[in-house]
């Protein structure tokens, strides 16, 4: 995971993006905790997240996937219109 998060680091810094440190938190779905840094400070962990009004939970748990599936059609159709613009 931590390599990952370097990955994303190294990238978002080439095209002059900046991760903000106080907004990103980590959730972890196994048994085993990872501690992932940003900028050699420690990510802080969520139980839970809001995603395209679907709470997912650390124990896989999730909302309606038919209305999150349907919110996500509805966010692509209207990137797709951006894009073509």
Not at 34 to 55: A, D, M, P, Q
């Amino acid at each position: 995971m931590q390599g990952l998060t370097d990955k994303v680091i190294q990238s978002s810094k080439r095209l002059g993006l900046r991760i903000n440190k106080q907004k990103t938190k980590i959730m972890t779905i196994s048994e085993k905790k990872h501690e992932i840094r940003l900028s050699g400070e420690h990510l802080g962990h969520v139980k839970e997240f809001v995603y395209l009004e679907s709470t997912i939970t650390e124990d896989r748990k999730c909302g309606d996937d038919k209305k999150r599936s349907g919110l996500a059609s509805t966010l692509i159709g209207k990137l797709s219109k951006i894009q073509e613009s």
